[in-house]
């Protein structure tokens, strides 16, 4: 799925509503300009501040201007931003924030993209699950985890969250699917979430559906999904003090 011209402009509205953590003073490039040349950068490779320097310098004039890149107001020559400049605003800016813009935005492509060749709607399906991200370190030298929300069908990060040291991903779930419109959508994890406070959740809060795994370690669990179906079953109710409310196995 190609990003047209109009779907980056979305993207910069996006960055447009963040708040700008500098100081106002000396400022000389605009925080949603910054923040696009960056993610452009990064999406064509460039993995350190450097390189997203240089990508932003080397860019032709047509794609700066899309970006926004600001321009001397007399020789009308482009001036982008070196690399100090986008280090400083990265290491400042609120990374909730921005996690939430570009999650916004992805989720929009993802709704975009929900219908079936033949022009019906399908229900769309959300896959919950964590990851340690390569490479990647907190200060104190832990490795960055993060659980992540992912449309099944585009592949789209919808929502994602931290998981450090004083948490895990069964603290994180409900947290993670709270700001998603997940009415009438599958929602699919690992063993790990299959937890009665998450399915409740899912169906009460939610209004959703899940697909959740059931190991052999979880007795009670497998149990109750091994008994004959019980009317209260189909009808979305609880299943019983052991076993996951009704919903989609």
């Not at 003073?25 to 350190?48: F, K, M, Q």
């Not at 690399?83 to 916004?104: G, K, P, Y």
């Not at 040291?165 to 299959?194: C, N």
Request: with cysteine.
């Amino acid at each position: 799925m190609a990003a047209s011209a109009a779907e980056c402009l979305s993207l910069l509205e996006c960055f447009q509503r963040l708040p700008d953590p500098r100081d106002p003073r000396g400022v000389r490039h605009a925080l949603a300009s910054l923040l696009a040349g960056a993610a452009a950068a990064v999406l064509a490779g460039a993995r350190s501040f450097t390189a997203i320097g240089e990508w932003i310098a080397d860019a032709p004039a047509q794609v700066m201007a899309v970006l926004g890149v600001r321009r001397d107001p007399l020789s009308r020559a482009w001036q982008p931003p070196d690399e100090s400049t986008v280090r400083r605003l990265f290491e400042q800016i609120d990374t909730d924030a921005l996690d939430e813009a570009v999650c916004s935005w992805l989720a929009g492509r993802a709704a975009a993209t929900s219908a079936c060749a033949d022009g019906r709607a399908r229900r769309q399906a959300v896959a919950v699950d964590g990851k340690a991200l390569r490479g990647a370190r907190h200060r104190g030298g832990e490795p960055v985890h993060l659980l992540a929300a992912f449309d099944h069908g585009s592949g789209l990060v919808l929502a994602q969250t931290d998981v450090d040291g004083k948490t895990s991903e069964i603290t994180r779930f409900q947290p993670l699917l709270k700001r998603l419109d997940l009415d009438d959508r599958v929602v699919t994890a690992d063993a790990l979430h299959t937890q009665r406070e998450h399915a409740t959740f899912l169906i009460e809060q939610k209004r959703a559906h899940y697909v959740l795994i059931v190991k052999k370690n979880q007795c009670a669990t497998r149990r109750s999904d091994a008994s004959p179906p019980r009317r209260d079953r189909l009808e979305g109710r609880s299943a019983g003090s052991d076993g996951l409310p009704g919903a989609e196995r």
